[in-house]
Every structure is written in structure tokens, then in C-alpha cells.
């Protein structure tokens, strides 16, 4: 599976951002060619590129191939691991565990599901933009909240807006059955995820480390 060659392509939520970029690289163009004498607004054309690839790398939308094992839980989302624990809160009820993931700028935006199983809640709850980084983050920022069962246990999911965050895209509904790995949204600029487990999941992931969206095990139900 890791030797085999990954399509890269784009988000389709990205579409509309990436087409008024690459417009605005057009632009820049043509204004350095009509008023830009001898070079000197070459800057201008050169800093619309440079938004053009920064925009273009945040919303590459990478091919995965995620492991198989019915018992499996996979990362919903790239990242760097900052938080596991005890939830202090938890959609669950006994609340277990949760582990936090914080992606930068520069990570995947896209999301997947970390499980074979059906979405049986969602909600979205309105809030601040904290810090993603921030603990106050999983409870005060705007977020989605996902619920799904597994034939060997429930699991939940949270999209949370961070500082630059300014939308939340999850695009199955409950009742919805879901294959891990599947593609179900993304956060735009900067975010979090946070997934939450009974305390009987074995945690296969530690603090500070990388992990993939749909590929790397987080967890298994025992």
C-alpha cells in the first residue's frame, strides 16, 4: 500500500478560491505589461503567484490508502498530536478518551472517517476562533460535533474552527454509513480535530506525533 504512487489532486470546496486566484494572477499580469514600466511592477505579478501555489497547497486533496481491520481507528485528519487524555467533556457518555490534532496552515485540510460505521449525530454549535492549539478550543470555537457507531463501539468526532478557520465543510448526514478513510469534509485555514473513544479503545499514537488523515492508526477497539 505505501509503495504505491499517490494522485494528488484538489478539493473541490477549494474550486471557487483557486478560480478567483489564478483570475487574479491574469490581472497582475496584464497590469505589469500596460503600466509597468521598465519592470518596475514586477513585484505585483510575482507576489498573486505566490498566493496562487499557497492556496493551491491548501487545498491539495491527496489520494490514501487506508489499512484494513475491522477494529481499527484511523486519524480523521493531518496533524501533529498535541492532547491525550481523559475528556474532561465528551459528546460519549461514559466520556473516556480524547485525542487532539492540530493542523497547521500547511497540513491537508481534508477530513476523513476514522471508522467503518454509521454517523448516528451531527450538530454544528457557533463559537469563537481561539487559538486551535488552545484547550479552551474544543469547547468554546465553532465546531461540528459527529457521532458514529461501530459494531464494536461508538466513537465521536469534532471539527473545530481555529484563529484563521472561518469554515467548516462535513458533508454526510446521519443515517449515512461510512467506509474508513471515506472523504467527509475539511476545515479552510488552520484547525482541529479532536476524536474521542471509550476508555476500553487501545490509544496507538503519542503526544507530538505526525499523523495522516484515513492512514495512520490512532486506535483499536479491544
Known sequence: MKNQPRRVGFAPEGAPILIVSGAIVVVAVAISLLFGEEG????????????????????????????????LIVSPADGKVI?????????LSPVGIRVSIFMSPFNVHVNRSPVDGEITSFEHKEGQYLGAFKPAASRENEQTIIQMKTPHGAIAFKQ????????????????????????????????????????????????????????TVIGEFV
Open 83 to 91: 492532547s491525550i487524555g481523559e475528556a474532561m467533556e465528551s459528546p
Open 160 to 215: 473545530i474552527a481555529g484563529f484563521l478557520a472561518r469554515r467548516i465543510v462535513f458533508h454526510p448526514k446521519p443515517g449515512d454509513k461510512l467506509v474508513l478513510g471515506d472523504r467527509v469534509g475539511m476545515i479552510r485555514f488552520g484547525s482541529r480535530v479532536d476524536i474521542f473513544f471509550p476508555e476500553s479503545v487501545a490509544i496507538k499514537v503519542r503526544l507530538g506525533q505526525m499523523v495522516t488523515a484515513g492512514e
Open 40 to 71: 518596475r511592477l514586477l513585484w505585483l505579478p510575482a507576489l498573486a503567484v505566490v498566493w496562487f501555489f499557497l492556496t493551491a497547497q491548501f487545498f491539495r486533496d491527496p489520494e490514501r490508502f487506508p489499512p484494513r481491520g475491522e477494529k
